[in-house]
């Protein structure tokens, strides 16, 4: 088998009602589409941050057996390629090894720990609404509504709105719920460790970038200074980007995204490292029907850390904000139920691309 061609593509979701994190404001949600077609009739779909470009397709995949994965990978990088594109090509050559098996991913990984992964809904984002706070307390009651045990809710706001607004959703979804916070990296060192020191009191099952990405310094005093897990590294590319954070214990959780790190191949090596060290995993999902699949078959095969009777719990990050890509790209939706999502069990991802909805939005 061998791969004949691979095409790009590069949809664009426009949002209705824009919501912002600490960092920008989001009108709209582009994402990076690979499709690798080979000689057998076997298509692979991935995703990625971005996607390469075709001259280094064209001298490191094209004509390749979609099972040199590894060999791929390792071209495409020394041609300089992102690995946020790489991510793309990596995924669609895992769905075509899956497919060509007959094997969903998380069997290729060594096998599912789990088929059925509880989620916590992301959303809770600042919007512009008469009254914030008001807006984030009723959205948040309608995760719990909706079954879901577990959310996360941003800040990064200033410490006035943030303690406010923690406090008003912890009092609003209760004690029993699990209760995440991100800062998209908006504060300084010192800032985090302040407004740290006060959402901590509602319980917090983690503080998600509260510094700048790259400020190992940052994350190690600030760990220090706080009784509160420290996570991130969602934006990180390639295991060399995670190793120092990861050797120097920076964060209690890392946060890889299969569609930015480098796809499966890179995903294995950076959660492996992780394990070595002691490091929770815990994937970064934000994106298409693509992206979601992706993220439970590495969900269902990663080991219980640490390996207890009653394991610090495997979550998959369920984005609730509005994306058709996420909701319709699949011909059938990826949904939760109580907030528990299945594992795909079908060969590859185990989706089917609506081709219509790609086009659509390209």
Known sequence: MKITDIKTYSPVYPVKDPFSNAMRTTRERPFGVVEVITDAGITGWG??????ARRALE???????????????EGLHKQGVDPAAISAVDIALWDIMGKALQQPIHQLLGGAFRTRVQAYATGLFRRERADRTAALVEEARGY?????????????????????NVAAVRRAIGDDILFAVDANCGYDRGTAIAVGREIAKQNLLWFEEPTSADDVEGYIEIGRA???RISGAEQFRGRWAFRRVIQE????????DVCVCGGFTEFR?????ASANHVRVIPHMFGTSIRLAATLHLLAALPDSPRALEPFPTLLEYDMSENALRT??????????????AVPQGPGLG??????????YC
């Open 269 to 273: 090596k950076i959660a492996a490292m």
């Open 328 to 341: 319709e790209l699949a011909r059938e939706p990826i949904r939760h139920s109580d907030g528990i999502v």
């Open 249 to 256: 214990r920076a964060l209690d959780i890392i946060q890889p």
């Open 144 to 164: 719990v509504d909706e079954g879901f045990k577990a959310m996360k809710m941003k800040v990064g706001f200033g410490p006035d709105y943030d303690i406010r």
């Open 226 to 228: 706080l009784n509160i």
């Open 47 to 52: 995703e990625g941050a971005t996607v390469p």
């Open 351 to 360: 989706i089917e691309i609506d081709r219509e909805v790609l086009r659509r």
């Open 59 to 73: 001298s490191q995949a094209i004509g390749r057996n979609p099972f040199d994965h590894e060999v791929i990978w």
